[in-house]
């Protein structure tokens, strides 16, 4: 395997955040429609909302290697 250099490495761990970013923002919404729905509350929150809108910003930031994660949102 070729050595990466110093920029190439730097692409891939910033790829690498907003990926992890998406996936936190992701387990975020979830957490919170699971509570919600445990609480009996069916209506989208405004906490549900919120969440929602962090989801689709952070899919928005993913590299177009990772766009799949997003689909649907």
């Given at each position: 395997?070729?050595?990466?250099?110093?920029?190439?490495?730097?692409?891939?761990?910033?790829?690498?955040?907003?990926?992890?970013d998406?996936?936190?923002?992701?387990?975020?919404?979830?957490?919170?429609a699971?509570?919600?729905?445990?609480?009996?509350?069916?209506?989208?929150?405004?906490?549900?909302?919120?969440?929602?809108d962090?989801?689709?910003?952070?899919?928005k930031?993913?590299?177009?290697?990772?766009?799949?994660?997003?689909?649907?949102?």
């Amino acid at each position: 395997m070729p050595k990466l250099s110093k920029e190439a490495l730097q692409e891939y761990a910033d790829e690498n955040r907003r990926l992890a970013d998406f996936r936190r923002a992701e387990a975020a919404l979830h957490e919170n429609a699971a509570k919600e729905a445990a609480a009996g509350i069916l209506d989208e929150t405004s906490e549900f909302l919120r969440l929602n809108d962090a989801v689709v910003a952070a899919g928005k930031r993913l590299p177009q290697r990772f766009r799949h994660y997003a689909k649907g949102r």
